[in-house]
């Protein structure tokens, strides 16, 4: 092991202290035991745990590998024998070497006999399901002083990287969150702010994106540096009343995961329930619910890279307060019409109710734990073997395409480096042409980006690529289709707005590798004025740059970005401008260019409600990789009479009208984390974080907006202005049968109006399927009080997943600017920055905001 890579903190630090009985048990240390009822224990203490346990015993080692979005470190202990611990760096190699498909078939046998089978366990990445975390130093304790013959089986064949917590700021958010209610009428109420940084609960929904720092530092030790074969991502909860949800996964499943991927955790998941069922552990549930086709959370990510991703969601109550169930308290049938009380396929063994608190679910996370070591250990070789034929055929498939070409010229070329760079991160193998090249008739310069599909993680590559078809399974001929777990289509370029050409068939080209993905922008023409493409979205850093230094910028009738700069000084200058953004600068003849809006630094108030609101939180990540100058306003801001004075642009992100209105009401019953609302729980939230922001509130939102100010409403946020402004603009698509489960749909753009400068005349873009506009005008009556900025395409509406009803969309309007007052509304049908994917539309949201502070010449 390299220890520029890691740096290992700590180990066994004398014979005497490795005794087994020098092991502290997790109670002598956190002074109770994990799954004490009302008990929970913070990240210091976890990881004080893990430091004293690596102290005290040979069989760990505890190496940091990152920090968290806040700055605390994140762990990873190996575990095993000491035997193993000590060749550590020879078991990575082969691993890495079977993984990569780089061993001859020869030494593939030889190397899979030697090796030693990698298992991951995280816990804690959902901060609220708080169990999984919990159980982390019950794991380790038994992983360390366990001295069962199955036990030793494991150490000798199986290197466990158990990661105590994923999530380190949320679980001492949520821990600092009840232990500080509790004992009061406000025990059991929910956080009542994202458990991380921009993401909260979508932290599991950034793992092809890689916009998160956790998810970076993780997707690094998976992808690049370890290779596990066996990924274990704990989670809770189940349908009610099942005690923990296992593999096999409900269909649809993704084409792209190869199907030994997928036998294997079929396998791995058998081996589960019989483990159960020696156990007696009854309320086993599989087949139901969580789908094998989307891609992008920790348990699917790996499988497209030919590892076997495992879920599971244990039951949960509130935080760590225990409750006692009846039967009477149980439906009779889950969702799908099995019944709850009877025996099924899907649920062998039904559990008939009792007492359940965090233990429990430990108990039963234990449980799933050791049956997915054991079995490893019992096919260690199988396991290795198996990741080097799936490597092997993803190098060795004859099937198209050959490769994947990315122009050197593109419409924003630092967004395709960043595409490319996310994809690298990943393990992707990208070239790049040292020389002019030819494929399938079409010549392309030297610079231009190669990705050859013929490599270990094809099915990764494929899958991001390629636009999906979600397939419509029906329960009968006349059957509702399933819906997606998640969504339903992701296709990367698509998203990003990256222009790539699939080729099929073999060419010879002058490659090298690709190691870095940053652009030293260019410089053009001869003229004394410096103008920035709009078409990249680097351009807005440039921006923010010049207007940071009070300098003069404003954008022309086309979109060009104007600034009347000096740019004497070595910032400015326009070769290092282009060097730092990464961006490209035309000097023009000011003749040449007539500026029509002069840019103001934006002042903007970002509205955070008090509830986990993730695309908020993305919303809050746009501004910042872009650094737009914003404040969270709250509840209490839309009490004054200084919105104006403060803020020329509100935003709203996507939240109805009525939660944005009035919140959460206190004693207001909330959907049980269980998942059932029959069985809702009464949480009362502090008064503080209660209700919303009132008639009151939103009489003073409209007098902002009419008295000059930019309201941006993002998705079933633009109920709010629709309803209660009104505008002159309704939503089609309740009763239409419109239904877009998340999905990229095309749609078209006016580039005259503003907020499509920079963007291309067609587009793709996110849709959730709630929303697309139509105006209620009647013709020819003042139509400059509302125009569309973008529609929905009339024919041919999905580019990737799955829409039922298009024609209740199509040529619908997707983007609407409309006049109130002195202001504006601007109202997104489309998701403009969905969980920080979707960079191909950031240009709207931010010509949007940027627009809000502008002065029109």
Request: charged share 20%; hydrophobic share 40%; net charge neutral.
């Amino acid at each position: 092991m390299k220890r520029n890579t890691f740096a290992v903190l700590l180990c066994a630090a004398s014979a005497a202290c490795k005794a087994l009985g020098a092991v502290p048990a997790p109670k002598e240390v956190l002074g109770f035991t994990p799954g004490d009822d009302y008990k929970l224990a913070d990240y210091s203490q976890i990881t004080s745990y893990f430091q004293k346990a690596a102290q005290a015993s040979e069989r760990m080692r505890l190496v940091e590998f990152g920090k968290t979005s806040l700055g605390k470190p994140m762990y990873v202990a190996f575990i095993s024998s000491p035997e193993n611990l000590k060749k550590l760096s020879r078991w990575r190699e082969i691993n890495r070497r079977l993984a990569l498909g780089q061993a001859s078939v020869a030494e593939a046998h030889a190397l899979s006999e030697e090796g030693k089978v990698f298992v991951w366990i995280d816990s804690g990445l959902h901060a609220s399901e708080v169990a999984p975390a919990q159980h982390a130093p019950e794991l380790l304790y038994k992983m360390l002083t366990d001295e069962s013959e199955e036990m030793q089986s494991i150490r000798r064949n199986v290197i466990l990287m158990q990661i105590p917590c994923i999530n380190p700021d949320g679980l001492d958010m949520v821990a600092q969150w009840y232990r500080g209610n509790f004992g009061t009428e406000f025990e059991t109420a929910p956080l009542p702010w994202l458990y991380q940084k921009y993401s909260g609960h979508d932290n599991n929904r950034d793992w092809f994106m890689l916009n998160l720092q956790e998810t970076r530092n993780v997707t690094r030790l998976l992808f690049r540096e370890w290779f596990p074969e066996i990924v274990y991502n704990q989670h809770q909860a189940p349908p009610f009343p099942a005690r923990i949800f296992i593999p096999p996964y409900a269909d649809p499943l993704n084409p792209n995961i190869p199907a030994p991927v997928m036998e294997g955790i079929n396998l791995i998941g058998m081996a589960m329930k019989e483990r159960f069922a020696r156990e007696n552990k009854p309320g086993i549930l599989s087949y139901f619910g969580f789908d094998a086709w989307w891609n992008g959370g920790l348990r699917s990510v790996p499988a497209f890279h030919n590892m076997h991703g495992i879920l599971t969601e244990t039951a949960l109550n509130s935080f760590a307060t225990p409750r006692v169930y009846k039967p009477s308290d149980f439906a009779a049938n889950f969702s799908n019409g099995i019944p709850t009380a009877e025996p099924s396929i899907f649920y062998e063994r039904p559990w008939m109710g009792g007492k359940w608190g965090v233990r429990d679910a430990i108990d039963y996370m234990l449980t799933a734990d050791f049956a997915i070591l054991a079995h490893a250990s019992q096919r260690r070789a199988d396991y290795l073997h198996k990741s080097w034929e799936m490597a092997r055929a993803s190098i060795e498939t004859k099937a198209g395409p050959y490769a994947y070409v990315i122009p050197h010229q593109q419409w924003d070329a630092p967004t395709a480096l960043d595409m490319l760079e996310r994809l690298s991160l990943a393990g992707i193998e990208i070239d790049l042409a040292s020389r002019e090249f030819q494929a399938s008739g079409t010549r392309y310069p030297e610079g231009s980006y190669v990705i050859r599909a013929a490599q270990p993680f094809r099915p990764y590559l494929i899958d991001l690529m390629e636009p999906q078809k979600y397939p419509e399974l029906k329960t009968g001929a006349a059957g509702a289709i399933k819906r997606p777990y998640d969504i339903a289509g992701w296709t990367l370029p698509m998203q990003m707005g990256v222009a790539v050409k699939r080729i099929d068939a073999h060419f010879e080209a002058a490659l090298i590798p690709a190691t870095e993905f940053r652009s030293d922008g260019s410089v053009t023409g001869t003229g004394k004025l410096l103008t920035l493409d709009h078409r990249e979205n680097a351009s807005f850093l440039a921006t923010e740059f010049f207007l940071d230094r009070a300098e003069k910028v404003s954008w022309s009738a086309d979109g060009t970005i104007v600034v009347d700069s000096a740019y004497s000084d070595g910032p400015a200058r326009p070769e290092n401008l282009a060097r730092q953004f990464g961006v490209r600068v035309t000097m023009a003849d000011p003749a040449s260019v007539k500026p029509a809006f002069e840019l103001k630094r934006p002042r903007v108030g970002l509205y955070q409600p008090w509830f986990a609101n993730a695309d908020q939180g993305w919303t809050e990540w746009v501004f910042d990789q872009y650094r737009v100058p914003y404040s969270l306003i709250h509840n209490d801001d839309f009490q004054k009479d200084d919105l104006r004075t403060r803020f020329d642009t509100i935003v709203l992100a996507q939240q109805t009208a009525q939660s944005i209105l009035h919140g959460t009401r206190p004693g207001e019953k909330l959907s049980s984390p269980d998942g059932e609302d029959r069985l809702a729980i009464t949480a009362i939230q502090r008064p503080q974080y209660s209700g919303g922001i009132e008639i009151a509130g939103l009489a003073r939102l409209q007098k902002f907006v009419r008295d000059g100010g930019t309201l941006i409403a993002l998705d079933t946020a633009t109920e709010l202005p629709i309803q209660f402004f009104p505008l002159a603009s309704k939503n089609v698509v309740p009763g239409s049968g419109f239904y877009c489960p998340g999905s990229l749909l095309r749609i078209t753009l006016d580039l005259h109006n503003p907020i499509a400068f920079g963007m291309p005349a067609d587009a793709i873009a996110f849709s959730s399927g709630t929303e697309a506009f139509e105006t209620t005008l009647a013709e020819g009556f003042n139509m400059k009080a509302i125009q569309s900025v973008a529609q929905f395409a009339n024919a041919n509406l999905l580019a990737s997943g799955w829409v039922s009803g298009e024609k209740a969309a199509a040529g619908k309007d997707a983007v609407v600017e409309a006049r109130y007052g002195a202001g504006r509304v601007v109202l997104f049908a489309l998701r403009p920055q969905f969980r920080g994917q979707s960079f191909g539309t950031f240009k709207l949201l931010l010509n949007a905001v940027y627009l809000g502070s502008a002065r029109p010449l």
